[in-house]
RNA sequence: GCGCGCUUAGCUCAGUGGUAGAGCACAUCCUUCACACGGAUGGGGUCGCAGGUUCGAACCCUGCAGCGCGCACCA
């Protein structure tokens, strides 16, 4: 047995020794290290080049890696090393958010589950500890997977929004904004989560559709023994914190009972019937129960009407009523049925029904929220007209550009934040009270500038230096360190950093829509009130990845791949490559893996495309001059010139989906499909020293360019070949060379150009007809097929033997005289007209014996599926659309029959 | 209720007024000396529906329907 392989001889050229597939993963991390070792991604602050600048959106520090990760830093590290083709001095700063809750929750289930301890059995100072040590082992996981997809991130400059310095920062920036009188304290209603227990903003509480129950129930009259009034419910356990009934001032049956007193049933007490527009009259009865301890709408009725709040929750949820011993210290779910059926068993209770309304549920904990008064602080937002302005004029230019709407509504009705949190890990409020007037401090009903003069409280960066204090034991929303992000990380407080000079504001920002308003517009607020001016200049709102039935990803939905796996599996250039192939700009994106395969592939095909290329060695082929080349090597250039040139107009509006779609079309089409076909004649052996030369100087002159292109997409196969080409000397990378400034064709006269460009396409368009003639009679893959031209154009005789190579066929003659039998197969062609002749390529007989019986098959399964067959069942019958397809089919075999029938006339 | 977006081939999506496209999937052929992670050929779409503008509409306008998202309200 000879195994081809090992036959070396049996090869014209030597076979290359490279692999025959494409292995990423050996390939991608020795890049990735040399790319470090060699301190490619460090920025210069002090260069003269022009600066180019992202923030990285700082990943939770405790989290994993997941899709959106990857296609938002893909688009960064995309922009990133295209900026420094462009000559610009890069900085692609990364960092990690300490996330308050997120990870602080991590660390107490861990706690509890390994020791079986809350955070207070460990004490303020022993928790943060854990929750450092979890920092530091967890940390860098996610950094290590962004460094695994290849992104250029100047490491040196990594910040964490917990580093001191970044932390001076949030205290001064509290600071300044309380001086400012902008941030003052106050008992108000806000956003409680039981299982956190802590305050949430606005932002963070999510409302979900949820099927409720409606209760309806009646209130006796005090002094109208046996007279009632109706009101509708969804949350009977708060009975006891009622204090009025609320009803419309023209409610046909209620409103004359305005002023009256009904009796609550329990805990028993006589509370008013008060009257408010506020109240919907078409809803329920048209009356409601009033209860300002733990609802926003009854609070402000409650207020307006002075009504007393009567706190009956727990910060956990349960209830709070020793009055009511029954109730008391049942959660507040449980206590909503017994409330129901207390209700019931005293006659009181008027019907049930399933109701939908929308809950509000703790973003993180993913339990309803509950509105509860509590004592926080707040913060007035600054400079609101200088941030909306600046989206509404596009000094900050936002894509997709409808997002400004969003943005603008949000800006025109901004609700103060509250920005104090219950939690420990975080920045700890940098407010100081006096010791010997906390407990009063503690409950005044507002603190704020005047109460820092007047010397009760402390607020600075720095712990007051002398004196008893005590310090405020909230931590501030982690949003509110992330809000300054784009100049904290370049500077410390106070200090204009060269990095902060060179950089800032930065250039572009890519991050996704759904945080708008928890980051992006708080950014360009804290960029305006602490660093002078707009903190970037260009928003780009990424696609939110979904799985194929339009779900978002989620863990709990097990419909998040893993992108390590993808990695593993593809390759970190397939994944990127991939990703940003589907990816359309302003829509979601419907992720399946399969397009991770195709970016593998695509770089498979690159890869073996320079295979190809090594057979003929690796030393770099100059092109000698640009005229007078093969019009093949003129077409594919002026594609590539094309392409480039292109490219810089898609970069400027950021369609990324459309940058890979162009990049993959011209090298599987133009140059492999096309291209690389046409010139393999060019390369035998018999070929002249001139044409191999002209060949392999057009290969690496636009191979060469085109790594250079593809390198933001697919960076780490791009380094890997430029080096194994010769294109980039020792030493030298790839992804530090500028782009080209002149065009290969610069020098080519257009009347020139034009003429290859028209005639090389004719070819490409010729051989596919004679492709399709050959497949049309079945002998598709023949390379003993020859064809005669008639009538063809003057400059056809010099590219025959191309024309020949490209339709596989064994010869191709040109002969105005040429007389076609009968029934010879022929095409119209752009470069005159085609003759196949059939002799001796067929057995004509044979071939009209296996058709006729192809017919017969044929013709028994179309009767099947349209169930025409006596014995055919209802269930054999195929879909229509299959019909339609099985029916064509028989009439192309008919069609061919009919054909050879009148070759076999002819022949005869 | 207000606002935004989407609806094109079996699937995922391009397509800004002039002959309907790509990849995948499917069918047939080919393991030919870059690549089967490949090559060749082919089948498949009244462009959500209804009107309007236009010589001409997937594209512009109006209305409707379905799906999705955001905001507000929800006793």
Known sequence: MLDKSQSVHEHPRPMSELAKAYEPQAVEEKWYAAWLAADCFHADESSEKEAYSIVIPPPNVTGILHLGHVLNNAIQDILARRARQEGKEVLWLPGTDHAGIATQAKVERELR??????????GRDAFLERVWDFKNTHGDIII?????????CDWSRERFTMDP???RW???VFVDLFNEGLIYRGKRMVNWCPVSLTALSDEEVIMKPSRSKLFTMKYELADHPGEFIEISTTRPETLMADVAIAVHPKHPKYAKWIGKMVKRPFPEALIPIIGDEAVDLEFGTGALKITPAHDKVDFEIGLKHGLDIVDTLHPDGRINCPACPDLDGLDRFVARRKAAAKLEEMGLLIGVEEYENNVGYSERADVPIEPRISMQWFLRYPKIKESTDAVASGEIRFRPE????????????LQDWCISRQLWWGHQIPVWYRKDKFDSLKNAESLETKDAAAGDIYVGVEPPAQGDWIRDEDVMDTWFSSWLWPFAT???VGENSATLKKFYPTTDLVTGPDIIFFWVARMIMAGYRFAGGLPFKNVYFTSIIRDLKGRKMSKSLGNSPDPIDLMDKFGADGLRFGLMRIAPVGADVRFDESSVEEGRNFANKLYNACRFRQMDGNEFAPLPSVHGLPVYHVLVMSKLDQLANDLVGIYAEYRFGEIAQRLYEFLWNDFCD????AVKADLRESATAEARAAALGTFDAVMSRYLQLLHPYMPHVTEELSERMNYVSAGEFLMKKSLPDKPLLAGLPAAELEAAQKQAAAIYETAGRLRNLKAEYNLGSRKDVRFVMKGSVDWLSNELNVLALLAGSAEILADDAYEAPKGTPAAVTPVGEAYMPMEGLIDVGAERTRISKEIEKM???VKKSEGKLGNASFVDRAPPEVVVQEKQRLEDWKTKLTQLGEMLAALK
């Open 490 to 492: 370049m500077s410390d």
């Open 165 to 167: 310095q970044y932390t």
């Open 859 to 861: 013709e028994l399964e």
């Open 674 to 677: 096309k291209w690389l076909e």
């Open 144 to 152: 290590k997977q962004l460094k695994r997809l290849g992104c250029s």
């Open 113 to 122: 589950e390994k020791e079986g301890k809350t955070r207070r059995d460990l």
């Open 402 to 413: 409808r997002w400004a709407k969003t943005y603008a509504h949000w800006m025109e009705n």
């Open 170 to 172: 949030v205290s001064q």
